[in-house]
């Protein structure tokens, strides 16, 4: 499996913007798709966004309503988080993960996904 490092984490205040990046180590991305899940202190894992293999087609959870953009950069093996107009309740540890099959387009689910970064926290203050 390929192994995952996030950065770019960090506290801002609502309204905000941050980054954040997860290269790949040991192997490249290439035929994985890469997404982000998000946990908050004392909730499950929520899915935040994911992006093809080909980099074609993204997919975002309910919440991000546009203030969100997944990317990816082959040659530099890396996918980046962008996130715009931060809100205290995004506050949460983000992880990177890869799949390199999700069957039936499953995406949002955390099953598909057997690659996971070890997190970077983003603190948004109000």
């Known amino acids: 499996q390929v192994q995952l490092v996030e950065s770019g984490g960090g506290s801002v205040q609502a309204g905000d913007s941050l980054s954040l990046s997860c290269a790949a180590s040991?192997?490249?991305?290439?035929?994985?798709?890469v997404g982000w899940f998000r946990q908050a202190p004392g909730e499950e894992r929520e899915f935040v966004a994911a992006i093809t293999w080909s980099g074609t087609i993204t997919y975002y959870g309910d919440f991000v309503k546009g203030r969100f953009t997944i990317s990816r950069d082959g040659a530099k093996n890396t996918v980046y988080l962008q996130m715009n107009s931060l809100k205290p309740e995004d506050t949460a540890i983000y992880f990177c993960v890869a799949a390199n099959y999700i069957d039936g387009g499953n995406y949002k689910s955390t099953i598909p996904y057997k690659s996971w970064g070890q997190g970077t926290q983003v603190t948004v203050s109000s």
């Open positions: 040991g192997r490249t991305f290439s035929g994985y798709s």
